[in-house]
C-alpha cells in the first residue's frame, strides 16, 4: 500500500505538520511507503476552466508546464490520499485550493456532445 500526504501548510513546524507526525510515525513502524508533498514548496498555477485536461483520456493534459503533472503522477500512482490542511478564512490553504482544482478538473474527463458513461450506474447517461 502507499499512501499520498499533500502538504496544504505554508510553515514547515506548523500545527499541520505537528497533528501529522504521529500519523507519518505509524507508516515508518509499519514500512509502508508514502510521499510527503509539500505544495508550498511547488509551483501551481491556478485553474482557468480552459477545459485542455478534457481533450485526451490517456494523459493529465493540462496546459501549464508546473508541478502539477508531478503531483498527479504521484496520486495515481498511490491507494491512499491525505490531504492536510490549516483553515484559512474558512476554506484550506491557496495551494491546496489550486491543486485540488487542477487534480478533480483533470481526473474527470469532459465527454462534450457524446453520452459518457454515470459515474452513479455504470450506465451511459440518457
Known sequence: MKFCILMGSPRKNGNTIELLKPFIEELTINNIQYDLIWLQ?????????????????????????????????KVLASDVIVLATPIYSWYCTPPMKSMLDRLVYGMNKFYGEKKGPSLWSNKKIP
Open 41 to 73: 514548496d511547488k509551483q501551481i498555477e491556478p485553474c482557468t476552466a480552459c477545459r485542455n485536461c478534457q481533450k485526451d483520456w490517456t494523459i493529465f493534459g493540462c496546459q501549464y508546464s508546473d508541478d502539477m503533472q508531478k503531483i498527479f503522477d
